[in-house]
Nanobody
Framework: QVQLVESGGGLVQAGGSLRLSCAASGSIFSFNVMSWYRQAPGKQRELVAFIANSGFTNYADSVKGRFSISRDNARNTIYLQMNSLKPEDTALYYC???????????WGQGTQVTVSS
């Protein structure tokens, strides 16, 4: 099972930017979808963005136009560029790797993003 390690979180003022990284212990080429999720205190985990192996991307409505997901298969890493951050973006951000065969659904430990007003 692939190990995922997120980094790049931190404390930033509203309007600022952060770039999250998710480094995998092995090749991510075989994973159909790589995603970023987040979970704020007292709330359910929600999908922020995903990128398919084809390069297709999709975003939650709340982050469209502000966040951008990308993947570098050669470096076994995905990224989440977050611009124009808002206090409501404060959450623990998780990386996820999913594939159909052999079936796998792996999660990282998360990186904290805190946006101050």
């Amino acid at each position: 099972q692939v190990q995922l390690v997120e980094s790049g979180g931190g404390l930033v003022q509203a309007g600022g930017s952060l770039r999250l990284s998710c480094a995998a212990s092995g090749s991510i080429f075989s994973f159909n979808v790589m995603s970023w999720y987040r979970q704020a205190p007292g709330k359910q985990r929600e999908l922020v963005a995903f990128i398919a192996n084809s390069g297709f991307t999709n975003y939650a409505d709340s982050v469209k136009g502000r966040f951008s997901i990308s993947r570098d298969n050669a470096r076994n890493t995905i990224y989440l560029q977050m611009n124009s951050l808002k206090p409501e973006d404060t959450a623990l951000y998780y990386c996820n790797a999913r594939r159909d065969w052999p079936a796998e659904d792996s999660w990282g430990q998360g990186t904290q993003v805190t946006v101050s007003s």
